[in-house]
Every structure is written in C-alpha cells, then in structure tokens.
C-alpha cells in the first residue's frame, strides 16, 4: 500500500520514497506518493524523480491494485530499480492551481445549491454539472455571491466519519454520479469555514488550499445545457 503523504499536508513538494515495483504499463510503484492519484475529478499530479544513476519526468498519477499508487513517466525510459530510494518533486504550480479550482467548486455548489451530477478540475478552470432544469436568472450575481464567499478567507479543513456515520446521514453527498469511497471504515470529510462560519462541509479526496483566499477571483463561465434536466457550469481562475 502506498501512505498518500497528499493527504496529510498538500503542501508538500519533495519527499523520499522507495520503490515497490513496476505495473505491466511501465507505472513505477512507490511505498510513499506527494503525486496525488487520479480521481473524484482531480487529474494526477506531475513533476520528476531523482535516483541514483537516472532522473525521469512524471506525467501523473494513477491507482494502482492494492491500494497503491504508480507514478507514469512521461517518456519511454529507463525505471528506478525495485528497492532504490528515490527524491520525488512535484510540478507545484499545476498542483496549487488544482488545489485553488478543486476549493472554488466546492464554493460554486454552495451558491447553486442543487444536486451535482458530474465534475472535472483543471490547472485553469474546473466545471460542475447540475441537476438543474432551468438556468440560472442571473449569472453575474452568482459570480459575485461566489467571489465575495472566496474574499471571507475561511478555513478549509477535514474531519474524519465513519462508514455508518456516512450511510446515516447522505445528506452531506453532494455528488449524485459518485458515492465516496467506503469500506476502509472511515470517510474524509472536507470543511470550509468553523462554527457558524461553516458554509460547506462534504466527502472529498482531494486536495485543497488551506483559506479560501488563496483561491483569488475566479470568473464564471459558460452555463451549457448537457441533457433534459442538466446545466454544466464552468468556472476560471482570474490569474
């Protein structure tokens, strides 16, 4: 299994790791990741790895079986040694930017509160899909509501439930196409401002900026009609 040192501080940019092995692709296996893995929307991360004897970039991130993590290169090459130590380095401004759209989605189902079917996080812009059958009246006052919520410079945390904790109260699953992950007996739970400042509180996996602040503007984007009931709404960072 591989510890997702991610997780625990996404601020993280360089750490040792050891090589657990190779996937049949070419992926390299490692005891320890700061590359979060692909998932809930989230792209994985990239950068570079330093060995004694070779270095190669990173294209992302993937899972692997067993509840590892494999580290894609992004050339055809030669692969760190089962066993070898190694220096893993991330791209952190790819990272950061992530962190700032994935934190700002999470504000965007808070000024459209509605049902999400679907989302997807990039370096520049991320976009959520609603359960939305009419558009919105006014847009620019939604892009307003969600920048003045981003200027409050709350706290982003996490708190941790249980399986059943989850299962006893779905009203904090925001997302309809995906349920969190569950069967390790623990769900993380992402919060965004304390006490009666908390203004959003849902599973996540992913990583996020510390105070919404550190998001900065962001614009509001296309609203596409994407089915009978669904309105995909984009978002971009300002910067």
Same mark, same amino acid.
């Given at each position: 299994m591989t510890e997702p040192l991610f997780r625990t501080d996404p601020y993280l940019r360089e750490a040792e790791a050891r090589v657990l092995g190779h996937t049949p692709e070419g992926g390299i296996l490692v005891d320890r990741s700061i590359f979060y893995a692909t998932g809930g929307g989230q792209p994985g991360d990239s950068g570079f790895l330093d060995w004694e004897g070779g270095r190669i970039d990173v294209a992302t991130a993937v899972k692997a079986d067993g509840g590892r993590i494999a580290l894609v290169p992004a050339e055809a090459g030669p692969l760190p040694p089962e066993g070898a130590s190694l220096r893993q380095s991330l791209d952190w401004e790819r990272r950061h930017r992530h962190m700032r759209v994935h934190t700002a989605?999470?504000?965007?189902?808070?000024? @459209? #509160?509605? #049902?999400?079917?679907?989302?997807? @996080?990039?370096? &520049?812009?991320?976009?959520?899909?609603?359960?939305? #059958?009419? #558009?919105?009246?006014?847009?620019?006052?939604? &892009?307003?509501?969600?920048?003045?919520? @981003?200027?409050?410079?709350?706290?982003v945390t996490e708190d941790w439930i249980t399986d059943e904790e989850l299962l006893a109260d779905p009203s904090i699953v925001k997302t309809m196409s995906v349920m969190p992950p569950t069967g390790q007996g623990r769900v993380r739970?992402?919060? @965004?401002?304390?006490?009666? &400042?908390?203004?959003?509180?849902?599973p996540c996996g992913g990583t996020h900026v510390a105070r919404t602040g550190e998001i900065g503007r962001v614009l509001l984007g296309k609203i596409e009609k994407k089915g009978r009931q669904n309105r995909r709404v984009t978002i971009a960072l300002a910067d």
């Open positions: 989605l999470h504000l965007l189902s808070v000024v @459209i #509160p509605l #049902p999400v079917t679907g989302g997807q @996080i990039g370096a &520049e812009r991320g976009r959520l899909d609603f359960d939305m #059958p009419e #558009p919105p009246a006014d847009p620019a006052a939604l &892009e307003a509501e969600l920048n003045a919520l @981003i200027a409050r410079d709350l706290a739970l992402v919060r @965004i401002g304390q006490g009666a &400042e908390q203004v959003d509180l849902q």
